[in-house]
C-alpha cells in the first residue's frame, strides 16, 4: 500500500494505486485534532491544527478567506480549511487549517473497500428518543395544520436519539462500517468542538466547485428500502411517481435554481429527478450544474448563499426555520448544517450534514429528519426517520 504524506502541496498520491484511499480510512484515529472526509472525487486524512477559523461577526467566506490568505503568508503551499458548519451558519463553525493533510482518490475506486469492516462490539446501549415518538407525531400534525392553512410549504421536522454505551466507543469502527456500506457518498468524522466528534455518512452533495463549474445535487423525497428484490424496485418506481415527494423535491430545486442564478453564466437545471440509493433509502436527486460568471466567487460563498436549503429547513426559509425552532425540542447545532473542505482558490466540496451523529467517549446523539408537506402524515414520516437513523445505527451495532 502506498500513500504520500504532503504539506498542502500538489495531491502526492496516484488515485490508481490500489488500497491508498482504504489505507487513510484505516489510518483514522480520532484524535483530538484529526478529520476524515472522503468523496466520490477524494479522500482526506488531516492532523494537527495551523490556524482555525475565528468565531467573530464576520460572514463566513469572508473569515475563511482570510485565515487561508493567512496560511499562504506562513508559507503553506495550498492551504484548506476542513471542518463542518451548524445548521445556523451564523452562530457556530468548526474549521481550522490543518497543519497535515495525507490525499488520494475515491473510496468508491478503491477495490479494497469491499473488504469487509470490522464487525461491531456486544454493548449494552441506553435508548432516549427526543422528542419521543408520540410528540414527534404531533408536531408532524401541528406542521400539516400550518401547511393546510397557507402558512409555509414545507418544513423539514428532525428527532434524536440519544444513546449511552457501557464502554468507551470505537469510533474508527464506526467510520469503517459507515464508509464500506456506501463507499460512493460521502464520509466524514470531524472535532465538534468541547472533545466531541462529528461522524457520519451524508448522501447529498450541498455543492462542488472545480474552477467554475458548479455542481449540486439535491436530495429530497425518500422512501426505505427493501430487502425483498421486487419490493425494493417496486418502492423505487412508486417514488419517481408519487405526487407527495414530487412536490417536496420541486420545493428543493426551485429554492436551489433561485439561489445559485445570481452567481451564474449558465444553469442547467434537468425537469425531473432521477433515484439514488444508499444501503437503506430511496431518494429523489436531482443533478444541477452550472458555470460561474465570476471566477472569484467560492465554494463555500455558493455553499452559504444556498444553505440551509428547503432539503433541510424548508420553504419559505424564515417561516419554515421560525416553525423548526417552535416544534423542535432540541438544538440541531451542526446537524443539517454543511461539512466538507474549501482551498484558498475557491475550490471546495459542501455536503449536508447528515445521517450523522456527535459522539464523546461513550454517548452518541443521532439525527434523523423528514420533510412535511401539507399531504404528510405523522405515522410516514415517523417510520422515515426510524429508516434514516438505521444508517447509523447499524454501523454503531445498535440491535434493531
Not at 468523496?39 to 468565531?55: A, E, I, N, Y
Request: glycine share 8%.
Amino acid at each position: 500500500m502506498q500513500v504520500t504524506t504532503v504539506h498542502h502541496a500538489p495531491a502526492g498520491t496516484d488515485p490508481t494505486v490500489i488500497g491508498a484511499a482504504s489505507g487513510l480510512l484505516g489510518q483514522y484515529r480520532a484524535a483530538p485534532d484529526e478529520a476524515f472526509f472522503a468523496s466520490p472525487t477524494r479522500t482526506l486524512l488531516t492532523d494537527g491544527v495551523h490556524v482555525r477559523v475565528p468565531q467573530d461577526g464576520r460572514p463566513l467566506p469572508v473569515r475563511v478567506t482570510d485565515t487561508l490568505a493567512r496560511a499562504r503568508r506562513d508559507g503553506l503551499e495550498r492551504p484548506l480549511v476542513v471542518g463542518a458548519v451548524a445548521f445556523d451558519h451564523d452562530s457556530r463553525a468548526e474549521l481550522a487549517v490543518p497543519a497535515r493533510v495525507r490525499r488520494c482518490g475515491a473510496l468508491r475506486d478503491d477495490p479494497l473497500i469491499a473488504l469487509p469492516a470490522p464487525a461491531a462490539d456486544r454493548v449494552e446501549w441506553q435508548v432516549r428518543s427526543v422528542p419521543a415518538p408520540e410528540a414527534y407525531g404531533a408536531g408532524v400534525a401541528e406542521a400539516v395544520r400550518r401547511l393546510r392553512a397557507g402558512e409555509l410549504d414545507k418544513v423539514v421536522l428532525a428527532r434524536t436519539l440519544e444513546l449511552t454505551a457501557g464502554r468507551p466507543l470505537d469510533l474508527p469502527a464506526i467510520l469503517q462500517r459507515l464508509a464500506r456500506r456506501d463507499p460512493g457518498g460521502y464520509t466524514f468524522a470531524l472535532p465538534a468542538g468541547s472533545g466531541r466528534t462529528l461522524i457520519g455518512a451524508s448522501p447529498e452533495l450541498l455543492l462542488s466547485r472545480r474552477g467554475t463549474a458548479v455542481l449540486a445535487n439535491p436530495l429530497a423525497g425518500s422512501v426505505p428500502r427493501s430487502a425483498d428484490l421486487g419490493e425494493d424496485v417496486r418502492r423505487a418506481a412508486a417514488l419517481l411517481e408519487s405526487p407527495k415527494d414530487l412536490h417536496e423535491h420541486a420545493v428543493v430545486v426551485d429554492a436551489i435554481r433561485a439561489a445559485l442564478a445570481p452567481y451564474c453564466r449558465t444553469l442547467d437545471v434537468p425537469a425531473r429527478p432521477t433515484l439514488v440509493r444508499t444501503a437503506a433509502m430511496w431518494h429523489l436527486a436531482t443533478t444541477v450544474t452550472a458555470e460561474l460568471a465570476d471566477p472569484a466567487v467560492s465554494a463555500l460563498e455558493l455553499a452559504t448563499a444556498l444553505h440551509p436549503t428547503p432539503a433541510v429547513c424548508g420553504a419559505p426559509t424564515p417561516l419554515a426555520r421560525r416553525a423548526i425552532g417552535e416544534i423542535e425540542p432540541f438544538d440541531r447545532g451542526l446537524y443539517a448544517g454543511m461539512v466538507g473542505w474549501g482551498d484558498a482558490d475557491g475550490d471546495g466540496e459542501w455536503v449536508v450534514t447528515l445521517r450523522c451523529a456527535e459522539a464523546d467517549e461513550r454517548t452518541l446523539r443521532v439525527y434523523a429528519g423528514a420533510g412535511v408537506v401539507a399531504e404528510s402524515r405523522p405515522e410516514a414520516e415517523l417510520a422515515e426517520t426510524s429508516a434514516k437513523f438505521r444508517t447509523f445505527l447499524d454501523a454503531a451495532g445498535v440491535p434493531r
